[in-house]
């Protein structure tokens, strides 16, 4: 299996992080290899152990595998930026969380950010084993909703894709400029001490 670039190669943390938080990034050059079951079920497993409000685990994963059907479906409902490198996934996936609890029935404020848990912990599981793991934002929501099934009481949080890596040039050429880990805001940029903003915005 071709290795991706480790994120710690090219970032520097400001302050002493795990290696693991600098590895994790989003290529997207995949190689169209088959995930095993075990392989896939690794992620799922890894993304059961996030922390979640109440304990509700709103999270659910619809996923497609490669050669079947359900994923020409699935792959269907991408934009078309997002087909020219996601057809050679193993995996695609989409995340949902459920909005309400399921005892009470009452609004679980809390099912967006339980479900991005449940999503790095997925991440970050696949960085470890050396696959891509891919969000996308780019595709048609009503669509999933209806092809996917999707109850009223669910929100769609995004849809990824998961893979093997391969070489950068199995990408189009406009693509392989950006195949590399970026960088992220200073931290002075999204903390703040005591209130929202600081002088200068304020």
Do not use: C
């Not at 991706?4 to 302050?15: A, N, T």
């Not at 290899?33 to 685990?57: G, H, I, K, V, Y």
């Not at 409902?77 to 459920?98: S, T």
């Amino acid at each position: 299996m071709v290795e991706y670039k480790k994120g710690s190669e090219v970032r520097k943390s400001d302050f002493p992080v795990d290696s693991i938080f600098l590895d994790r990034w989003s290529p997207r050059a995949m190689s169209s290899e088959d995930l095993t079951d075990e392989e896939l079920m690794t992620l799922f497993e890894a993304a059961r152990w996030a922390p979640s409000s109440n304990n509700e685990q709103p999270w659910r994963f619809v996923y497609a595998k490669k050669r079947t059907s359900s994923f020409d479906k699935f792959f269907d409902i991408l934009v078309e930026f997002n087909k020219m490198w996601a057809k050679n996934a193993a995996v695609l996936v989409f995340l949902i969380a459920k909005k309400t609890f399921t005892k009470s029935g009452e609004s679980n404020r809390n099912h967006m950010s339980d479900a991005g848990a449940a999503w790095e912990n997925l991440a970050l599981q696949g960085s470890l084993k050396g696959y891509v793991v891919h969000g996308m934002a780019g595709y048609d929501v009503e669509k999933a909703r209806k092809e996917l099934k999707i109850p009223e009481d669910y929100e769609v949080v995004h849809v990824f894709a998961i893979g093997k890596p391969a070489e950068k040039e199995v990408l189009h050429e406009r693509m392989q400029k950006s195949e590399s880990p970026n960088d992220r805001k200073p931290i002075k940029e999204f903390i703040f001490e005591g209130k929202f903003g600081n002088d200068e915005e304020n």
